[in-house]
């Protein structure tokens, strides 16, 4: 069974920075491409940033230069590093595994950017 779980959300100020992970198990994890996307109240699901299974990353403009994706394939770990934190940012921010014919998703976690 596949199992893909988002953590380390929270509030935080503007201009401050957050790091949220995702575990993913079930899935041989070193050849999925990893990405996150995120969901504001009332809008649609965004992308976000990806990391492929050979360490390449691709970012959405709104976060490049801010936000920064990473791996750790030993610990089935995808990380998302968000530094220079808007208010903009709010959003459930979920996990995504993907490879041909297989996608898995986590249940999100909550990043609030409010003073």
């Known amino acids: 069974q596949v199992h893909v779980v988002e953590s380390g959300g929270g509030l935080v100020q503007p201009g401050g920075s957050l790091r949220v992970s995702c575990a993913a198990s079930g899935i041989i994890f070193r050849f999925y491409t990893m990405g996150w996307y995120r969901q504001a109240p009332g809008k649609q699901r965004e992308w976000v940033a990806a990391?492929?299974?050979?360490?390449?990353?691709n970012y959405a403009d709104y976060v490049k230069g801010r936000f920064t994706i990473s791996r750790d394939n030993a610990k089935n770990t995808v990380y998302l590093q968000m530094n220079s934190l808007k208010p903009e940012d709010t959003a459930v921010y979920y996990c995504?595994?993907?490879?041909?014919?297989?996608?898995?998703w986590g249940q999100g976690t909550q990043v609030t950017v409010s003073s």
């Open positions: 995504n595994a993907y490879r041909s014919r297989a996608d898995y």
């Open positions: 990391i492929s299974n050979d360490g390449s990353t």
